[in-house]
């Protein structure tokens, strides 16, 4: 799920190169979205690269491409069709992952079940993680004491943590975290993200595991935790 000025941004980029083939400028998106400043826009771009919807093509001023629409609107637009034909600006097509089936049920009795509570990102919104999807049950000796949800990672800012695109994290639910904890830390009370936390006086770093990733630096007012990273599932 994608919040209301995330999904309007993606539409609107997706329109323009549909109509022109060039992208929108910043001012155009921000006059589009009626934010007040670019730095808005900045901030949303940046949560639809990182969930895999657009993409950046460096050192190409105003150079985008639509990767993909989310399913629902993939749905809407393409009866008739067979699946999404992404608008592009420069470079090639990504290719997406196809998303890992379920977890099968099981009944061993040294897991536990999780609920898995939809996929995280930088961008995803608060509400992505009150959805439960489906389960999985994980090892008790990894979860034991405290509430516990799943969230399937999508894209690749944590990857020299060890944790890649297609990966299941479990959380603890906390409210608070120490320096260096991977937490799911919602800012703005608008998106979520999973970074590793480091505290500088009175303001909040989220870092990247990813030098491609700039660190990200709120006031502490601005950034909620929502849990940290316990365990990490991953299929091959």
Do not use: C, W
Not at 33 to 40: A, Q, T, V
Not at 51 to 64: C, D, S, V
Not at 109 to 137: C, E, F, K, W, Y
Not at 143 to 154: C, K, N, S
């Amino acid at each position: 799920m994608l919040t209301r000025k995330q999904l309007e941004l993606l539409m609107f980029i997706h329109e323009r190169l549909k109509e022109s083939g060039v992208p929108p400028s910043f001012d155009e998106m921000k006059d589009a979205l009626d934010l007040k400043s670019k730095s808005g826009i900045h901030r949303l771009i940046t949560a639809l690269e990182e969930r895999g919807f657009i993409r950046r093509l460096p050192n190409r001023a105003r150079a985008l491409e639509v990767i993909k629409l989310p399913e629902s609107v993939q749905s809407s637009i393409g009866k008739g069709r067979r699946g999404f034909a992404p608008s592009v600006i420069e470079g090639t097509l990504g290719k997406e992952r196809p998303t890992p089936p379920p977890e099968p049920a099981a009944e061993a009795r040294d897991t536990l079940p999780v609920p898995v509570m939809g996929r995280i990102a930088a961008g995803v919104p608060i509400s992505a993680i009150q959805n439960h999807s489906h389960t999985v049950h994980v090892p008790i000796d990894l979860i034991a004491g405290g509430e516990h949800f799943a969230l399937e990672v999508r894209g690749d800012s944590m990857i020299e943590a060890g944790i890649l695109d297609g990966d299941t994290v479990v959380i603890k639910k906390s409210e608070t975290a120490d320096t260096g904890d991977i937490v799911v830390a919602l800012v703005d009370d608008e998106e979520a993200t999973l970074k590793r936390l480091r505290k500088k006086g009175a303001s909040i770093a989220l870092e990247a595991a990813n030098p491609a990733y700039e660190t990200r630096i709120f006031g502490p007012d601005r950034v909620r935790i929502q849990g940290k990273l316990v365990a990490l599932m991953r299929r091959y």
